[in-house]
C-alpha cells in the first residue's frame, strides 16, 4: 500500500491535501503536525479515525521522531507542507521562521536522505521528496513586468520568504549532492476551506460577517495570483505521479488581483448569502490601515512548465472558488470559534489595532 509522510498535514493547505489523499482507496497516510497556532485537528476530524490515517503530534526539527516514523512506516514519499508561513509574524518574530523553515526542512532532508539511501534501488527510484513553497521567493514584480517563471532569481523581501527560499536551496543541493529524488513546487497565493484568520480572505469573511473594520494595507493596489486549494493541491498530486526528480514546478491560477478588488468581491457575496445582515453593504466596513514594512508590490507565476509537461490546470474561477470558501465558514462555524484562541485575539489587536 503506498504510504505517505505528509509535515504540516493539520494546517491549512496540509489538511487539504490530507484530507483528498485520504479518501483515494489504497492510500496510506501518516500526518505530522506540531499543531502549533495554525494547525487545527478539527481540519482533519472526518479522518482522525480512518485506519488508513495516523496523526502523529510533532515537530519536523525531531530528527529522532521522524528517524522513528521513517523506520516503522516506510513511506514512498514525503510531502512537506510544515512551514510558518505569514509574513507579517516573520516581520515581528524571524526566529520562528528559521527554525521550521530552515531547521525543520534540514533535519527532515537529513533523516529522508538517510532512510531513501537504505532502500532498494527500485525503491530508490520510486521514492519522492516534494517540498512546497511559494512564489514569494521571487521577490516582487512591476505592473507590466511578465510572471515568475521557474528560472527567475531568487530575490526574497521578507524574513519569511528569505526562509522559504533558504529551504528550496536546501532541497535542490540534496538532489544535485546526494540524488534524493526531490521535487519543489512554488505555489501563488492559497485561498479556501479551512485557512486561519491571520490571512486576507478568511479575515475579511469573518470580520465583515461580525460588523468588524476590515483592515487593507497601504492603498489596497498590492498584486497578488489567487490559487484555490483544491487546485494546488491536485498540481502536487500530479507533481509526486508525473514529476522529474530535481525539478521545480510553479502553481499559478493566472488570476491576479488587487486586495481591493478581493475584498471587494467577499464583501459583494457576503451581500448576496447574507441579505439579512445589518451589516450590509459589508464594504462599509473597510478601512485602509498603515502598510507593512517591504510590503511587495505584485506576485504573478507563470505556470506554463506545470501546464505543458505535467497536464494540469486548475479547475476553480476566482468567484466559484471564493463562493465555495465563503459557504464553508459560513457552515462551519464551530472550526471558526476553536481556532479563535487568546492569542490570536491579541495578535489581531496588536497587529492591527482591532480586536
Request: hydrophobic content about 35%; glycine content about 8%; charged content about 25%.
Amino acid at each position: 500500500m503506498p504510504t505517505y509522510l505528509v509535515t504540516g498535514g493539520a494546517g491549512f493547505i496540509g489538511s487539504s491535501f490530507v484530507l483528498g489523499l485520504v479518501g483515494q482507496k489504497g492510500v496510506r497516510v501518516i500526518n505530522v503536525d506540531a499543531l502549533t497556532y495554525a494547525g487545527n485537528l478539527m481540519s482533519i476530524e472526518p479522518i482522525l479515525e480512518d485506519p488508513h490515517h495516523t496523526f502523529v503530534r510533532g515537530d519536523i526539527r525531531d530528527a529522532e521522531m521522524l528517524a522513528g516514523l521513517f523506520r516503522e512506516h516506510k513511506p514512498h514519499a514525503v510531502v512537506n507542507f510544515a512551514a510558518e508561513s505569514h509574513v507579517d509574524r516573520s516581520i515581528v518574530a524571524p526566529d520562528a521562521f528559521v527554525q521550521t523553515n530552515v531547521l525543520g526542512t534540514f533535519t527532515l532532508l537529513q533523516e529522508a536522505r538517510s532512510y531513501w539511501s537504505e532502500l532498494p534501488e527500485d525503491g530508490k527510484r520510486s521514492f519522492r521528496f516534494l517540498h512546497v513553497s511559494t512564489d514569494e521567493v521571487y521577490g516582487s514584480l512591476e505592473p507590466g513586468e511578465p510572471a515568475f517563471r521557474e528560472t527567475n532569481p531568487y530575490t526574497p523581501n521578507s524574513p519569511y520568504s528569505a526562509s522559504k527560499a533558504a529551504a528550496d536551496h536546501l532541497v535542490r543541493a540534496y538532489h544535485h549532492t546526494y540524488g534524493l529524488p526531490t521535487l519543489t513546487t512554488n505555489c501563488s497565493n492559497n485561498y479556501g476551506p479551512r485557512q486561519f484568520p491571520e490571512k486576507l480572505i478568511p479575515l475579511m469573511i469573518l470580520n465583515a460577517l461580525e460588523g468588524k473594520p476590515l483592515p487593507i494595507y497601504g492603498d489596497g493596489m498590492n498584486v497578488r495570483d489567487w490559487l484555490f486549494v483544491d487546485d494546488h493541491c491536485a498540481a502536487i498530486s500530479t507533481v509526486l505521479r508525473r514529476g522529474r526528480p530535481g525539478e521545480t514546478y510553479n502553481i499559478g491560477a493566472r488570476c491576479e488581483k488587487t486586495n481591493l478588488e478581493v475584498v471587494k468581491t467577499v464583501c459583494r457575496i457576503l451581500d448576496e448569502l447574507v441579505p439579512q445582515s445589518r451589516f450590509r453593504p459589508h464594504e462599509s466596513l473597510m478601512v485602509f490601515v498603515k502598510d507593512r514594512p517591504g510590503h511587495d508590490r505584485r506576485y504573478a507565476m507563470d505556470s506554463s512548465k506545470i501546464e505543458t509537461e505535467l497536464g494540469w490546470k486548475p479547475a476553480e474561477s476566482f468567484e466559484s472558488g471564493l463562493r465555495r470558501t465563503i459557504l464553508w465558514y459560513l457552515e462551519h462555524p464551530r472550526w471558526v470559534e476553536s481556532v479563535r484562541s487568546g492569542a490570536y485575539r491579541d495578535w489581531m489587536k496588536s497587529h492591527y489595532g482591532i480586536a
